[in-house]
């Protein structure tokens, strides 16, 4: 890609990785590792005139996937690969460096930057974003 000036590169992160989620510390760290390695890396890209090689990172919310147990969250539904993926390849054709899905997350990051810790948190319980258990971990009850 390098010798070329030509390629895209996808970091597969998480909205775990902007907004935390109680009992995911483990995998909330890794997906804010993810979206710190997109920023670094599309900045060092930019600082030595890589502007054909393009970067995209994907931050959805709850996948139907078994990772979690019953996931439920009142800010939206549970979603399905397919409508992650699409968003993804969407993303990719229009050169979105960041692609929430759902997209009204952009909203929710925006907040966090604005709204004082207090405000933020009534926002966080309203969310009520819950599961039975992370598989491979113990319980949340």
Do not use: W
């Amino acid at each position: 890609m390098m010798n070329n000036n030509h390629g895209h590169i996808v970091t597969v992160a998480s909205a775990a990785g902007l907004f935390v989620t109680p009992y995911m510390v483990a995998y909330c760290s890794s997906k804010f590792a993810a979206v710190g390695f997109h920023k670094a890396l599309t900045e060092e890209l930019s600082t030595l005139g890589m502007d054909g090689i393009k970067t995209t990172c994907l931050c959805p919310v709850f996948i139907n996937t078994g990772f979690v147990k019953n996931p439920s969250t009142r800010i939206g539904k549970i979603l399905e690969i397919e409508e992650v993926v699409e968003a993804l390849m969407e993303g990719i054709l229009t050169n979105q460096k960041m692609i929430f899905v759902p997209p009204h997350l952009n909203i929710a990051l925006l907040s966090e930057m604005l709204f004082p810790e207090r405000a933020l948190d009534v926002l966080k319980r309203m969310t009520n974003a819950k599961f039975d258990a992370v598989v491979g971990q113990r319980s949340t009850q």
